[in-house]
């Protein structure tokens, strides 16, 4: 019993040194990027199997802030299990379904995690995590979009934008995340939990890009409250869903 109590916690310290290796040999890789890469996890808080998927978005969110920037987007087909979770959004899991056709799933799942659009695994899954971001950091070319302004009125956020690629066959798309709420779930898979869920996307706005027009708008939800922090975030993307250029920008309240 003793021995294999030795062997188990050797084990965990063993994973915990190349998790903890890992994510330094990725942080030295991509301290030269200049073009983050974007997570897109599909969750729920009626998904038991959703948290650690959670707070390991949460933990990449603050590892590299300037390098990635991740977005938690809450689908509804949990919502029957018994608890409605309040940042659901039947448009996500309609996302959710236009990459599962794109990547030829017969199914979606959750907790998912797509890597710049372009290709998916379990979003608690650390290692393949790491792994991949520090693949797509390798090689990682300028920012071809930034934001040139950002303005705060009336409940509507306007900006501006410029492209520094062709435009053809791409869409920007602008997108509201909450950068953190806690909530108690009383009924479902989670009963009695208390979950932190980070950049949950609260809105999001295609537009089509053109050689004029440069500026655009979000309306900011009534379910965002006066006490949350914001960010933009605005991504240009190909028509296959393909992400090319991304940039973030807090809100100011």
Known sequence: MIKKAIILSF?????????????????????????????ELFTSQGCSSCPPAD???????????????????HVDYWDYIGWK????????????????????????YTPQLVINGKEHFVGSNSSILYSKIKEYSIGNRENPVELCGVE???????????????????????????????????????????????????????????SYERESFLTIPDLVTNTDELTLVVILETQNHDIVGAVQKPIGR
């Open 152 to 210: 705060l009125s009336n409940g509507t956020i306007s900006f501006s934008y410029n492209t520094i690629e062709n435009i053809n066959d791409k869409w920007l798309r602008a997108v509201l995340v909450i950068n953190e709420r806690e909530t108690q779930v009383k009924r479902g898979e989670n009963k009695n939990r208390t979950l932190r869920n980070s950049n949950i996307v609260v809105a999001e706005k295609m537009i089509e890009l053109n």
């Open 11 to 39: 084990t965990f310290f063993a994973l915990s040194l190349y998790t903890l290796y890992t994510a330094n040999e990725v942080k030295s890789v991509i301290q030269e990027n200049k073009n983050p890469i974007v997570l």
């Open 55 to 73: 707070v390991l978005l949460k933990q990449i969110k603050n590892k590299f802030p300037n390098d990635v920037i991740a977005l938690s987007y």
């Open 85 to 108: 979770d309040p940042f659901s959004n039947q448009a996500h899991a309609k996302k959710q379904r236009e990459y599962g056709r794109k990547f030829d799933q017969r199914s979606i």
